[in-house]
């Protein structure tokens, strides 16, 4: 059974850049089954897909942050981070990992608990 | 604003059969059979209730169903029980913007 759990500081001032990482555990981060999402909710709102990135390198990230959306992944870790800069106050939300265990991107049964990130000065 | 559209909320009595409506447009719902709904309780992850249109991951309950009808997907939940007081998720595929989701409905079961 595939678990995912995010880390990364819960404050960033505005400007700066967030960056989270999901540890994988129960399979590899580098299977090609897998594609490695990351997904957010501001507090007390729905949820906005950001993007994803499979092992090979292939990222697909959302047009209204791709601008400012760098995905990884780190096969010796077993993780798969994002990167979010030039953050706002807008940015403040519950981010999720996610995946599939059906081999798409487009649905997600496999979730991280979230992590709440706060921007503020 | 989100792409798509859903009621803020719904109720129904325990027992009592519900529907949520999810609509969009023929660049998203009404052009593809990828149409996603996830329930939500408070501080927890969403889980995946249905996928692609109509089909229910194993270990959900049968009482959970989807359906599309040009670009308006539904969630019908029959027989409410107590436990599926929650806010429920749309979501789909966009020609747009690769995956869109709706902004929420909270079910309340009176």
């Known amino acids: 059974q595939v678990q995912l759990q995010e880390s990364g500081p819960g404050l960033v001032k505005p400007s700066e850049t967030l960056a989270l990482t999901c540890t994988v555990s129960?399979?590899?981060?580098?299977?090609?089954?897998?594609?490695w999402s990351w997904i957010r909710q501001p507090p007390g709102k729905g949820l906005e897909w950001i993007g994803y990135?499979?092992?090979?390198?292939?990222?697909n990230y959302n047009p209204s942050l791709k601008s400012r959306v760098t995905m990884s992944v780190d096969t010796s870790k077993s993780q798969f981070s994002l990167k979010l800069s030039s953050v706002t106050v807008a940015d403040t939300a519950v981010y999720y990992c996610?995946?599939?265990?059906?081999?798409?991107?487009?649905?997600?049964?496999?979730w991280g608990r979230g992590t709440l990130v706060t921007v503020s000065s | 604003q989100s792409a798509l559209t859903q009621p803020a909320s719904v109720s129904g009595s325990p027992g009592q059969s519900i529907t949520i409506s999810c609509t969009g447009t023929s660049s998203d719902i009404g052009d593809y059979k990828y149409v996603t709904w996830y329930q939500q309780h408070p501080g927890k992850a969403p889980k995946l209730m249905i996928y692609d249109v109509s089909n229910r991951p194993s270990g959900v309950s049968d009482r959970f169903s989807g359906s599309k009808s040009g670009n308006t997907a539904s969630l019908t939940i029959s027989g409410l029980q107590a436990d599926d007081e929650a806010d429920y998720y749309c979501?789909?595929?966009?020609?747009?913007?690769?995956?869109?989701f709706g902004g929420g409905t909270k079910l309340t079961v009176l």
């Open positions: 996610a995946s599939s265990s059906r081999g798409t991107w487009w649905y997600f049964d496999l």
């Open positions: 129960g399979d590899s981060v580098s299977s090609g089954s897998y594609y």
């Open positions: 990135i499979h092992y090979s390198g292939r990222t």
């Open positions: 979501s789909s595929f966009t020609s747009a913007s690769p995956l869109v």
